[in-house]
């Protein structure tokens, strides 16, 4: 079998597209067929050097499409795109819980334990424990920790989970 450069692109093609199966953010799969395009540019007899560098075209041109203009098309509708802390989760309620090996008390953003600090004005400012189970606000992030307020419309939580 002859290994020419159009076959080897190919390979690379293929490899992308199969791997961008563990990550479905197309950025793979957009590489993918820019080393496909690059397979074509090989078997029309282009050198080394203008491969490498319509790869580069193709992968500058399709990887911004990919992300920025087909992803959106794959995605639900309301879904804000961001990392946690980037202020996507200001103003939703959450639910306390006490970490297992410490007794730390925290809230859950996108399955990560972040520890809280309560913010508001009233008389559980600046506490760090609250019991399991009461409904805070979700405010902004100083550092690590959660900055919460209690949840003004739920039951007072002191009369449901006595303080430790």
């Known amino acids: ?9 190919l390979i690379i093609a293929l490899l992308l597209g199969l791997s961008e199966l563990t990550t479905g953010g197309l950025v793979l799969l957009a590489l ?25 075209v193709f992968s500058g041109v ?19 795109y961001g990392t946690t802390g980037t202020g996507v989760e200001r103003g939703h309620t959450y639910t306390t819980l006490k970490r297992d090996f410490d007794g730390a008390s925290g809230i859950k ?8 600090r309560v913010t508001d004005s009233g008389d559980r400012s600046g506490e ?3 019991p399991a189970g009461t409904p805070v606000i979700f ?7 959660a900055l919460v307020r ?15």
């Open 1 to 9: 079998m002859d290994w020419n450069p159009a076959l080897v692109w």
């Open 32 to 56: 993918g067929v820019a080393a496909a395009l690059t397979a074509a540019l090989a078997g029309l007899g282009l050198s080394l050097p203008w491969q490498l560098l319509g790869m580069g």
């Open 62 to 80: 399709l990887v911004p499409l990919a992300v920025w203009v087909i992803r959106p098309w794959f995605s639900p509708r309301g879904v804000a």
């Open 109 to 116: 953003i996108n399955g990560d334990f972040y520890r809280l």
């Open 128 to 130: 760090t424990e609250l």
């Open 139 to 145: 405010q902004a992030f100083d550092g690590t920790t």
């Open 150 to 164: 209690l949840d003004p419309t739920a039951p007072d939580s002191r009369a449901n989970h006595p303080m430790e």
